[in-house]
């Protein structure tokens, strides 16, 4: 599933892609993927102010003809992808919404597991949503601190990895950067996060927003369906500590990688440099 730099990419590619453009025509292919498509007829004519994420929601800002402001917002899924390309080109597999715009291109999304869902939304409404109240603080932004994750980590009952990937405690640090951020910090998944230590909170803080920086810049992480906007994979992959790489050596201390599951998910560690 793209986690947030994977998501932050996509947003950062189509805002330099869509922004300014006026929706001519919105088509849809089917009723709905995860959920029912919203109505999207109120969008016809609306211009795109910009294109920016919250968590792993996609949020293109629309000003409708009349003047008010929409948000049309978008979760990938696990296979969600979108494209911009000439409105001539055929719909491509697994192609299910497609919005023209009156310049000739069009906004493609295609979706393999139909897990993406959609919305439109006011301002106001999207404050109030289920899906932005389930939100917790950006983990590179100034409400992520030390503090803040030390006092939630001391009233948890939980191991770190879990907590780290519950939306509400900090949003977008999926299994992949949760275990590449733990092996930065030194802590071992299983470690009941009550138990550590202020220091190791801290440096596990900066080491989530080091490995989501890294992550962005690289274009993220292409494992199996994930592509930006114009179609090229994420580098971050080739970067990995630990993620993926069960029985390698460890590319500090040469230890064997371990693989274990917590909560469903496969989590990966050096048992040397993870305690």
């Given at each position: 599933?793209?986690?947030l730099p994977?998501v932050?990419?996509?947003?950062r590619?189509l805002?330099?892609?869509i922004?300014?453009?006026k929706?001519?025509a919105?088509?849809?292919f089917?009723d709905?993927l995860?959920?029912?498509?919203?109505d999207?007829?109120?969008?016809v004519g609306?211009?795109?102010?910009?294109v920016?994420?919250?968590?792993?929601?996609?949020l293109?800002?629309?000003?409708?003809?009349?003047g008010e402001?929409?948000?049309?917002?978008w979760h990938l899924?696990m296979?969600g992808q979108f494209?911009v390309?000439?409105?001539?080109?055929?719909?491509g597999?697994h192609?299910?919404?497609r919005?023209?715009?009156?310049?000739g291109?069009s906004?493609?999304y295609?979706?393999?597991r139909r897990?993406?869902?959609?919305?439109?939304f006011?301002e106001?409404?999207?404050l109030?949503?289920?899906?932005?109240?389930?939100?917790?603080?950006e983990?590179?932004?100034?409400?992520f601190?030390a503090d803040?994750f030390y006092a939630?980590?001391?009233?948890?009952n939980?191991?770190i990895k879990?907590?780290?990937?519950?939306?509400?405690?900090?949003?977008?640090?999926?299994?992949?950067?949760?275990?590449?951020s733990?092996?930065?910090?030194?802590?071992?998944p299983?470690?009941?996060?009550?138990r550590?230590?202020?220091?190791?909170?801290?440096?596990?803080v900066?080491?989530?927003?080091q490995?989501?920086?890294?992550?962005?810049?690289a274009g993220g992480?292409?494992?199996?369906?994930f592509?930006?906007?114009?179609g090229?994979?994420?580098?971050?992959?080739?970067?990995?500590?630990?993620?993926?790489?069960?029985?390698?050596?460890?590319r500090?201390?040469?230890a064997?990688?371990k693989?274990?599951?917590?909560?469903?998910?496969?989590t990966?560690?050096c048992?040397q440099?993870?305690?």
């Amino acid at each position: 599933m793209p986690e947030l730099p994977e998501v932050e990419v996509v947003c950062r590619g189509l805002d330099a892609l869509i922004r300014g453009e006026k929706i001519g025509a919105i088509t849809t292919f089917r009723d709905g993927l995860r959920y029912p498509f919203p109505d999207f007829s109120e969008l016809v004519g609306a211009s795109i102010e910009q294109v920016c994420r919250r968590s792993k929601y996609i949020l293109i800002r629309c000003v409708l003809e009349q003047g008010e402001p929409r948000l049309l917002v978008w979760h990938l899924g696990m296979t969600g992808q979108f494209h911009v390309l000439p409105m001539a080109a055929e719909a491509g597999k697994h192609e299910h919404v497609r919005l023209d715009f009156e310049d000739g291109q069009s906004l493609r999304y295609r979706d393999a597991r139909r897990f993406g869902y959609a919305g439109v939304f006011s301002e106001a409404s999207w404050l109030q949503s289920d899906w932005y109240q389930a939100l917790g603080p950006e983990p590179l932004s100034p409400s992520f601190h030390a503090d803040y994750f030390y006092a939630l980590c001391k009233k948890s009952n939980t191991a770190i990895k879990p907590l780290m990937m519950q939306a509400r405690a900090v949003v977008g640090v999926g299994n992949i950067y949760a275990s590449e951020s733990l092996f930065q910090a030194g802590i071992h998944p299983k470690r009941m996060a009550k138990r550590i230590a202020y220091r190791r909170v801290e440096a596990l803080v900066l080491a989530i927003q080091q490995t989501l920086s890294r992550a962005i810049d690289a274009g993220g992480s292409s494992i199996s369906d994930f592509v930006q906007v114009d179609g090229k994979p994420g580098y971050f992959a080739h970067d990995f500590y630990v993620y993926g790489r069960e029985g390698a050596p460890c590319r500090r201390c040469s230890a064997q990688i371990k693989r274990m599951v917590q909560t469903g998910r496969s989590t990966f560690y050096c048992p040397q440099c993870q305690r």
